[in-house]
Every structure is written in C-alpha cells, then in structure tokens.
C-alpha cells in the first residue's frame, strides 16, 4: 500500500512541509557568510526578511471592523407644514401681527401689524442673537398670545438667515407663522428708512 502510493505521498508531505515552514519563518534572520578574499575574517553581515501578509490582513479586518460598525450621520429636517390650496386667503388682523423682514447683514427689520396703505407702521431693527430676534418672539408671545409672526425675506437676506428665523420659530414655540413675498409697500417701508 505504502509503495503504490509512497511517490505522492512522499510529495504531498513534502509540500505542505516547504507552506508549513514559510507559515512558521514569517520573520527570519538569514546570516550570509562571506570569507574575506585574503583570508581575514570579516564580521557577518545578517539579512532580515519580514513577512507582512498578517498585518495586510489585520489592516484589512480592522478597516472592515470599523466600516461596520460606524453610524453615519443622519440629516436633520426640519418640518415645515403648509397650508392647504382653497380659493380665499385669510385675513389676519393688523393688532394680531408682526412682521418680520429678513435684510442684508444678517439684521432683522420688524414691525407690529401689517404695512398696508392706511397705516404707516414703525419700523425697528434687530440681530438674530438670543437677546435680539428670540427675545422679542418671546415678548410678543407673554403680551399677545396668538399673535401671528410673518417672515419676508428681502434679496439681500441669505438663506441661512431664513432658516435661523424658522429656528427661531420653533425654539419660542410660535404657533402661527408664515412665509410672506415682500410686497411694494414694504420695499416703500425700507427705502424710507434708508435699508
């Protein structure tokens, strides 16, 4: 039994020694002995092979490791409802209102009611900091409850800026606002003012 398959297994031993001894000298020194030509001694120069198969693996696991197991983050939304279509729009009384618009520089423009051709409202300037902007959300709010905050945002307000309004909305808890064009009346209102 031994003869008829001794030649492959003699091979078979053989081959899985050689991949058992390259598994085993991951890292060797290898001695190179050269004698010196004129037959003095010289010190022996030692070569250093180092296998780095294990650490591409580990490399490899550990990036898929933490591929994994990363949460990427979510994009936050902010919710915003609006009305539903229908044939007339609702009236909003003028003691009920203020008006916010958005202007250049980051600055807030506002006045109490509505800017229509009977009346020629106040017009007074604020910032989008804590003190500024919420500070007056939050009065308006203590004075008059159920008032209804209008923002209009001018071309020269940025995108952020309306968002920050929006912010602002939510952080006071303002239960009525809205998104308003601005309209002839109210360019009029800062042209006058010299905005």
Known sequence: MIKQY???WLRWVSTNIFHLNQLTN???IQPSASAAKDGKPRARKVGFRL???PMVDLAFLLLTFFMLTTTFSKPTVMTLNMPK???HSSEIPASKALTLILGKHNQVHYFYGVNDARSQPELHTTSFASEGLRQLLLDRQHRKPGSVVLIKPTNEASYQNLVDALDE???????KYALVDLDRTDRELLKQNGL
């Open 169 to 175: 909305m939510s952080i006071t808890n303002q239960k």
């Open 85 to 87: 279509p229908d044939e």
């Open 26 to 28: 991951m890292a060797e």
């Open 51 to 53: 296998d780095m198969t």
């Open 6 to 8: 001794g030649g492959k």
